[in-house]
């Protein structure tokens, strides 16, 4: 790693939808769960967007089109456009027109949104192994995608065909709980090939790339629920970050995250993109913010004071992130972050 290490959460005087020209906001987690939106998402967007802040989405789904990401999060009552939306259907499509002539053929394995972002591309998405594709394209099918299409892309990839995927999530959240997303359908091609696609979505480069040329955004702040995906493509792409609290990520895996799991700033909910960040100030090795104040005392993340939780929280990252540098803190975070009840 290049850069210092990020040892404490950021302080921001004014609000981050006036310190950031655009929201680069994650869906699942942050916007909506489970079909449903997220407890005060829908006021805090209109507020941020009122206020002149430009909201674009960035989704590592790549089944839905973007017109229908953006039909879905207008019902729900946050006003959105197609051109509002980028998912990593466009990154992938982008990354094959980059390496394949126009016009060549790719055998889709995944939903409409794949095929809308190739033939967006000027690529021709056909269905078969034998219908003389130049490469593979995988993306999530959705919970009907037929074992078959497994298959068809193991025929394409074993000929020696180049294997692309839109991204690479194990998991995908539902009403009903977590299913194999697309990067478990992935390792099932991986078990039939011995292959290694290329891959475009959230935490890498293509990702990132697609929604800066798509934005056009000169201070973006990329909002997320997720390590690994969002927080990590943001430290990819050298861009600040906000956590949330409403999605996969809890107060002790963000205390003991690696160096590019850490966030700019944490917030409970997207109410946070419309107030300034707290300081955390160091004295000695105890990091204060609002009422609490946090240290590593004989081998123990200690947690002093009271007041806001996110406070407490923030002050916990401070002495934590300090203590683990460039690595992960080893320290157990459990019993000084029960005391917050996050
Ligand atoms: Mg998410």
Known sequence: ??????????????????????????????????????????????????????????????????????????????????????????????LVADQLPEGARVLVIGGEGLRVALRERGLVPVESADDDPAAVVQGYGGPDMAWGRFAEASYAINRGLPWFASNTDLTIPGARGIAPGNGAAVEVVRIATGAEPQVAGKPLPPMHRETVLRTGAERPLVVGDRLDTDIEGA????????????????????????????????????????TGQPEVTRTGEAYACGGWTASVRGGELVLDGDGEALDGLRALCAAAWSHAGDGACALDAGKAVARLGL
């Open 235 to 274: 430290f990819n792409g050298g861009v600040d970050s906000l956590l949330v609290l409403t999605g996969v990520t809890d107060a002790a895996q963000l205390v003991t995250a690696v160096p590019e799991h850490r966030p700019t700033y944490v917030d409970a909910d997207l109410r946070g993109l419309l």
């Open 1 to 94: 790693m290049s850069q210092a290490s990020r040892t404490r959460p950021s302080g921001s005087s004014t609000a981050l939808s006036e310190a950031y020209d655009t929201a680069l906001l994650d869906l699942d987690g942050v916007v909506y769960a489970g079909g449903q939106a997220i407890a005060h998402a829908v006021d805090a967007l209109r507020t941020a967007r009122d206020g002149g802040m430009h909201l674009a989405y960035v989704t590592n789904n790549a089944l839905r089109t973007p017109a229908a990401v953006a039909e879905h999060l207008t019902e729900l009552g946050v006003p959105a456009e197609p051109a509002d939306v980028i998912t990593s259907a466009q990154a992938v499509a982008r």
